[in-house]
């Protein structure tokens, strides 16, 4: 369970971490599922409703991006999301009555490892109110090198920052972010990040030979009802959200009087893409 200084420093600072929440058995399971899933797949052949590739490397390259919604696809992760282990620790942050979101595994590959772009998850799902949070597992020890995640403590309460360029949602932030407040979250394989969905974050290339594999799972609070499902929204329309823990909530709970829709110009595969096609104007 979370020690009270923990939970503090989540309400306080919108994150807080906690080394060896996987055991060695647990992060080596999911690793050599990853593996299995990887398997036989390159940029020019790959199964590209399960996986993104990264795009910098020849057709025949084998690396991988992103794992979209492994907790759908595959019963290892699945479990995990479900475990009590974890649904305690969550219900310590968001209360009892707890829905699944969505999932994703980041496998940012040594050497090429893309980078992530400032962000608040909010911004991709308007929710009724701030009660949502990321679960980021790491998988491999994670320093600056391989691109740990970085975040800016303490904002999470202040209104969301601006993602947008002429009206149509970039996917990263548009407004100049001030850096030197931002905190590098490093930590063993098999440490856990709790993450509030308005924390800006950020990771950059791994420039290292190590792979910096995570984890992501996240989940909200019964009564943070989406406000906006359009096709580009964050695992729309509620395809894998469900309820994890507790019950339904009959009311939403309101606690922002206005928040930006995200208008998309056009489709793109996921965060990454988006940044890109952004930074490219
Ligand atoms: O993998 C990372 O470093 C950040 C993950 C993230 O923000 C995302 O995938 O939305």
């Avoid at 407004?175 to 990771?203: F, L, Q, R």
Wanted: negative net charge; proline residues 6%.
């Amino acid at each position: 369970m979370l020690t009270w200084q923990q939970t503090d420093q989540y309400y306080r600072d919108g994150h807080t971490v906690q080394p060896d929440f996987l055991s060695p058995d647990e992060v080596a399971a999911f690793i050599a599922e990853i593996d299995r899933i990887g398997d036989g797949n390159t940029l020019a052949h790959h199964d590209d409703t399960r996986m993104e590739m990264e795009p910098d490397q020849k057709p025949d390259g084998t690396l991988v991006r992103r794992i979209y919604e492994p907790c759908q696809h595959y019963e290892v992760f699945r479990n995990y999301a479900e475990s009590d282990a974890l649904l305690d620790e969550i219900q310590q942050l968001l209360g009892h009555n707890l829905i699944f979101h969505y999932s994703k595994i980041n496998m940012k590959p040594g050497r090429v490892g893309s980078v992530v772009e400032w962000h608040q998850d909010l911004a991709y799902y308007p929710l009724t109110n701030r009660d949502s949070l990321a679960a980021l597992l790491y998988l491999d020890d994670t320093t600056a090198d391989n691109g740990c995640l970085q975040v800016i403590p303490g904002v999470q309460g202040e209104p969301l920052l601006n993602h947008t360029v002429d009206g149509y949602f970039q996917g990263r932030v548009t407004e100049p972010v001030d850096e030197s407040t931002a905190v590098p979250v490093e930590g063993k394989a098999g440490t856990i990040i709790y993450m509030n969905c308005m924390t800006p974050h950020a990771s950059i290339t791994n420039t290292s030979d190590r792979p910096r594999r995570t984890l992501i799972l996240s989940y909200r609070a019964a009564d943070a009802y989406p406000l906006y499902c359009a096709e580009m929204t964050q695992s729309a329309p509620e395809e894998t959200s469900y309820v994890i823990r507790g019950e339904l909530a009959d009311t939403a709970r309101f606690t922002m009087t206005e928040f930006p829709i995200p208008r998309y110009k056009k489709k793109s595969k996921s965060l990454y893409e988006l940044q890109e096609e952004s930074r490219a104007g």
